[in-house]
T-cell receptor
Framework: GQQLNQSPQSMFIQEGEDVSMNCTSS?????WLWYKQDPGEGPVLLIA?????ELTSNGRLTAQFGITRKDSFLNISASIPSDVGIYFC?????????????FGQGTTLQVKP | DAGITQSPRHKVTETGTPVTLRCHQT?????MYWYRQDPGHGLRLIHY???????DKGEVSDGYSVSRSKTEDFLLTLESATSSQTSVYFC?????????????????FGSGTRLTVV
């Protein structure tokens, strides 16, 4: 089945630093999504990407849909303490029209003030 | 915020007992999903529904069953709870792909149910 590899698994950074995480897939996706999960809550959608090569920003967050359709990255610039949480990538393939997403394992981000 | 609620938020149960978790939505979305979240595994799909009484298995469906008798409710049942089913369970909803703007293709998640089987 389709799998997503998300890296790194965890990051511990200083406030103000930039962050980069990525996901790679064993197969082609037509949609890439990035979610953030705060402690004790469900994941919340940050950015959605629908075209190969697409680069989209949401405030300090920037994500790109890889040209090969098998990867995506998320960058966070000038991190702040409230960026702490788990970040998930998710992708949707071309298998039918069920809308099912496949999730990466998550990247746990900790920010030191 | 999307109207999706999960109940209960926390539950402790004994091994071998049946447990039912409820997901309720007020968005009239066609698709509903149940995931479990465990350290190192991310979010894994248990079951999903693509309409009333239409359900299908996900990647980790053994030991779980679901029912959807009306659009707004999706129930997850652990027939006989085991310690390996201790986890955080999330429900999610989504619009039908191909309808509506592309920004609606993502999932909206509930706040989760923390289940402990002792």
């Amino acid at each position: 089945g389709q799998q997503l590899n998300q890296s790194p698994q965890s990051m511990f950074i200083q406030e103000g630093e930039d962050v980069s995480m990525n996901c790679t897939s064993s197969s082609i996706f037509n949609t890439w999504l990035w979610y953030k999960q705060d402690p004790g809550e469900g994941p919340v959608l940050l950015i959605a990407l629908y075209k190969a090569g697409e680069l989209t920003s949401n405030g300090r967050l920037t994500a790109q849909f890889g040209i090969t359709r098998k990867d995506s990255f998320l960058n966070i610039s000038a991190s702040i303490p409230s960026d702490v949480g788990i970040y998930f990538c998710a992708g949707r393939g071309f298998s039918g029209n069920t809308g099912k997403l496949i999730f990466g394992q998550g990247t746990t981000l900790q920010v030191k003030p | 915020d999307a109207g999706i609620t999960q109940s209960p938020r926390h539950k402790v149960t004994e091994t071998g007992t049946p447990v039912t978790l409820r997901c309720h939505q007020t968005e009239n979305h066609r698709y509903m999903y149940w995931y479990r979240q465990d350290p190192g595994h991310g979010l894994r799909l248990i079951h999903y529904s693509y309409g009333v009484k239409d359900t299908d298995k996900g990647e980790v469906s053994d030991g779980y069953s679901v029912s959807r008798s009306k659009t707004e409710d999706f129930l997850l049942t652990l027939e006989s709870a085991t310690s390996s089913q201790t986890s955080v369970y999330f429900c999610a909803i989504s619009m039908t792909p191909g309808q509506g703007p592309q920004t609606n293709y993502g999932y909206t998640f509930g706040s989760g149910t923390r289940l402990t089987v002792v």
